[in-house]
């Protein structure tokens, strides 16, 4: 009889000790979905570059879910004879369920300063203005003509 219950009790200790992995798992899970049901719904691409009369004009592609706008964060960084060349604008995009084209002319941000060929670096985020955990970026090393 005793070495019934000693195996019992050993039984019902393991049983919790291995409730404990689980338990943690639960909890972690159910921390973590709010992060996953706000998973970003946003996307983004960079992909054509091109130069002419010191300005690059960049492109891509974007889509976001929902109605209203959002916020399209471009920045270009590139290399002239002397130095680096950077330009930075934002714009309001409109948002649907499908994938949209952007193109945007920029300048460089310094008087004086041009954009020649070669290789550029583009930044491109998307944000909704009134959910900043819904957004997208992506940054890519694009050769512009």
């Known amino acids: 009889m005793s070495f019934s219950f000693a195996t019992k009790a050993v ?8 409730a404990v992995p689980a338990l943690a798992a639960a909890t972690i899970a159910l921390a973590a979905s ?42 270009v960084v590139g290399e002239n004879r002397r130095n680096q060349v950077e330009a930075s604008r934002t714009v309001n995009v409109s948002c649907a369920a499908w994938t949209h084209t952007w ?25 909704n203005p009134r959910n900043r955990n819904d957004h997208a970026s992506t940054s890519r090393t694009l050769f512009a003509r």
């Not at 039984?11 to 291995?18: E, F, G, I």
């Not at 020649?116 to 491109?124: D, I, K, N, P």
């Open 34 to 75: 709010p992060a996953l049901a706000n998973a970003s719904s946003a996307r983004v691409s960079a992909n054509t570059a091109s130069v002419s009369h010191g300005q690059v004009t960049v492109g891509g592609t974007y889509q976001c879910a929902g109605r209203g706008s959002d916020q399209l964060r471009v920045t």
């Open 11 to 18: 039984a019902v200790r393991t049983a919790r000790w291995s």
């Open 103 to 127: 193109r945007l002319t920029l300048n460089s941000d310094r008087r004086n300063e041009q954009f020649t060929a070669g290789q550029v670096r583009v930044q491109a985020t998307l944000v």
